[in-house]
Nanobody, 124 residues
């Protein structure tokens, strides 16, 4: 059974940084890309970023381009990170990682597995 576990969320002031981690187990990283999604209160879940399994190419939501960076640990192949800089109050949400097909740089499809999420709160 595939499992994705997020960590690294917390409370940060506007302009600050956080790094989220996603640990994947049971998921064949040769078959899936990994993506990050977020869901703010009262809003739909949206895709923030993903990284392709084939060549490491990436996709970003327009509102996070230049501030967020997704990466994978090539040594510990089960780890994917989301470095979030210059955080804004509107980035406040529960962040989820997911196993999917990443069509970088355009988007993603085929989300097969979800983590439980980690809460990011950005205070103004």
């Amino acid at each position: 059974q595939a499992q994705l576990v997020e960590s690294g969320g917390g409370l940060v002031q506007s302009g600050g940084s956080l790094r989220l981690s996603c640990a994947a187990s049971g998921v064949i990283l040769n078959s899936y890309g990994i993506g990050w999604f977020r869901q703010a209160p009262g809003k739909e879940r949206e895709g923030v970023s993903c990284i392709s399994v084939s060549d490491g190419s990436t996709y970003y939501l327009d509102s996070v381009k230049g501030r967020f960076t997704i990466s994978r640990d090539n040594a510990a192949k089960n780890m994917v990170y989301l470095q979030m800089n210059s955080l804004k109050p509107e980035d406040t949400a529960i962040y989820y990682c997911a196993a999917l097909r990443c069509l970088a740089p355009h988007g993603y499809y085929g989300v097969d597995y979800w983590g439980e999420g980690t809460l990011v709160t950005v205070s103004s």
